[in-house]
């Protein structure tokens, strides 16, 4: 995956909060969660007494600040974004919204903006207090994405993807998914929170599917000089970004890392096969029309 290197960044499109983390427990709902949020809550049981939606937690906490001096000097251009991780993820982020913001208009809407925030260790939200053990989430009472960008070391080293900047970036796509959900009012259709043909399920894979229509449009979609931003994707860039689909379904984490055992009743996500088949349906027709995962009866 390449940026062209004379674009220009649009810093406003993200946070830099690295370093004033605050633990605790987020709230769970209408996508909240993220790709490995409920799969997380799932394994660890550790959000016990989760907080309630609405809680006025957003915001900094006491002593935090948002510094994006380091992402202001280091990030400017799509050569930054070349050799820079940190450039690469702003780049990601603003290429998607560029690609929403141009399908809104299409379809005659208006695309809002969500920021992301980069986070260490923990974050306060619009949805509660969150660790980074919730891995990368998107909270609807905020519109905003919130990432701890060690989640792509841990992805790798735990979860044995291949990764790479385009497994990153799907990751992203992902979340960014759950915005359009939240501003088209999909994520509050969801009633059931798990099982293999929930309505959590229905919503991730969508994601995922909304993930694979940017993907098809990324190098096609222009930024304000006219050029888009991201100039190439390989099919090995493709290939890994299936790859980490595998690697966060609910029954590879649940046989993997979850003691051995598929429990499809469990499922909020989907299984690897299905993140697969709905990141390749989107990638391959680029068409959103066809991420309606809550009519279909055929999942995968």
């Known amino acids: 995956m390449r940026f062209d290197e004379g674009a220009g960044l649009d810093l406003s499109e993200v946070q830099d909060q690295r370093g004033g ?8 709902g209408g996508g909240g969660l993220g790709v490995l949020g409920l799969v997380v809550y799932f394994l660890f049981s550790q959000f016990g007494g989760v907080a309630p939606s609405g809680s006025g937690l957003s915001g900094l906490g006491s002593g935090q600040q948002t510094d994006d001096t380091s992402l202001s000097s280091e990030c400017r251009t799509g050569a930054d974004a070349n050799r ?3 450039c690469a993820t702003v ?3 603003n290429s998607i919204q560029d690609y929403w913001a141009a ?9 809002r903006k969500a920021t992301t925030k980069f986070f ?6 619009g949805c509660g207090n969150a660790s980074s053990d919730v891995g990368p989430f998107y909270c609807p009472a905020d519109s905003m994405v919130y990432i701890d960008l060690a989640f792509f070391d841990e992805l790798r080293s735990r979860f044995g993807a291949q990764g790479g900047p385009f497994a990153e970036a799907y990751v992203l796509a ?13 994520s509050d259709r969801v009633r059931s929170r798990s099982g293999p043909a929930s309505d959590s399920v229905r919503l991730e894979l969508q994601a995922d599917c909304y993930a694979g229509v940017w993907a098809n449009h990324a190098t096609s979609t222009p930024t304000e000089t006219g050029r888009p931003l991201v100039t190439d994707i390989t099919q090995d860039d493709i290939n890994r970004a299936l790859d980490t689909a595998a690697r966060i379904g609910d029954d590879y984490i649940q046989r993997e890392l979850g003691g051995g055992r598929v429990d499809e009743s469990q499922f909020s996500h ?15 027709t680029g068409d959103p029309a066809r991420c309606d995962t809550f009519s279909t009866r055929d999942l995968g």
């Open 120 to 125: 260490s260790g923990g974050v306060r939200t």
């Open 91 to 93: 780049a990601v982020i």
């Open 103 to 111: 399908e809104f208009a299409r379809s005659g809407q208006t695309y």
């Open 21 to 28: 983390g605050v633990g605790g427990r987020v709230a769970i």
């Open 270 to 284: 989907g299984s690897s096969k299905q993140r697969e088949k709905w990141f390749t349906t989107g990638i391959t």
């Open 174 to 186: 992902h979340e960014y998914g759950h915005h359009v959900q939240n501003l088209n009012g999909t």
């Open 84 to 86: 820079n991780r940190d």
